[in-house]
């Protein structure tokens, strides 16, 4: 999918030298996110001011996910990230001190801007029917195919037979199409054109893992909150203002995506979108902590009192 690419302006969270006789210029910081719908409130919270009025001057640098955004906050880079629940957590069980500082996107429910699907005339006709099969995720090991096993286990499948692939989400249609995989996870938009063609949606697996789950959200070094709180604050204060905003004006945040994606207005309208929260659900984290744990994603239960704001 193309997109627009923003470019980085100097170090993240460094503040520009003041203006002599006036008030302190803002302070620059560049944050790396997906160019994708579940970023849009941060694409609207800067438009809207939310965080001029913080006194940030925020860049927002598109990445190709959490193998970019974990090392680009690690090093200092971005000051802070858009990624997944799992990927966090998958960082911090390897020694990497990473933790949120605000939501990102939520599960919307049945439907969802996710699923797992299969050809039209495929004989899969529930969650249980994919043990044994092949099913394509975009990432190994991350939150898809850790709330995919859950999915199935509750629906009395054996999650350990299936055959996990890594296929990028706009090649996923395809390999369904094709009977390369017999099943794969995909995301809106990716979606919602299968499903136009002919695929059929077997589990929107966010929503049946947890109904109040987050999906991802926006985080930064145990060094930054340590040694920064102030711009932690401001970054923080901005950023929920932004997820407030785009949970109250859904045409807003349809419009804002078409400036960063190469995604149409007609596209957009059809499509489900996240919903948008400032709070963190615990109870869903901790269950897809547990569930990270038991398939093998990470050795050791996430300490989300440290890990989440």
């Known amino acids: 999918m193309s997109v627009i690419t923003l470019s980085a302006c100097g170090a993240s969270g460094m503040p520009a030298p003041a203006e002599s006789g006036g008030a302190a210029a803002p302070t620059a910081i560049t944050v790396g996110v997906i160019p994708i719908v579940d970023t849009a409130p941060i694409w609207l919270g800067n438009e809207q001011g939310f965080f001029a009025e913080e006194g940030l001057d925020l860049t927002v640098q598109v990445t190709t996910g959490g193998a970019a955004a ?25 020694g990497l001190d990473l933790r949120y500082v605000a939501n990102g ?17 495929s004989p899969i006709t529930s969650a249980s029917d994919l043990a044994g099969k092949t099913v394509s995720v975009n990432n190994l ?7 995919i096993r859950q999915v199935v286990e509750d629906d009395g499948g054996d999650s ?15 390999a369904v199409e094709n009977s390369q995989v017999d099943a794969a996870w995909i995301l809106a ?4 054109s ?30 930054t909150i340590m040694n920064d709180p102030e711009l932690v604050t401001k970054f923080q204060t901005a950023m929920n203002r932004s997820l407030e905003y785009a949970q109250a004006n859904p045409d ?19 499509m489900v979108l996240p919903a948008f929260r400032v709070n963190f ?5 901790t269950k897809l902590g547990a569930a990270a744990v038991k398939f093998g994603t990470i050795k050791t239960a996430p300490d989300l009192t440290v890990m989440l704001p």
């Open 189 to 192: 938009p990716f979606l919602n």
């Open 194 to 223: 299968a499903v136009a063609n002919g695929a059929r949606v077997i589990s929107y697996n966010f929503a049946e893992f947890d109904a109040d789950l987050d999906i991802a959200g926006y985080f930064t070094s145990g060094e």
């Open 141 to 147: 090991q991350n939150i898809g195919d850790t709330t």
């Open 105 to 121: 996107n939520s599960t919307a429910g049945t439907p969802d801007f996710g699923a797992i699907i299969v050809r039209g005339d």
């Open 252 to 270: 807003e945040v349809r419009r804002i995506v078409t400036t960063y994606t190469s995604m149409t207005a007609d596209q957009l309208q059809t």
């Open 281 to 285: 659900n615990i109870p869903a984290a």
């Open 160 to 174: 350990s037979t299936i055959q996990f692939v890594e296929v990028a989400f706009p090649d996923a249609e395809a």
């Open 70 to 94: 974990v090392p680009g906050v690690v090093s200092g880079d971005y000051a802070f990230a858009f990624g997944n629940l799992v990927s966090v957590m998958v960082a911090r069980d390897a």
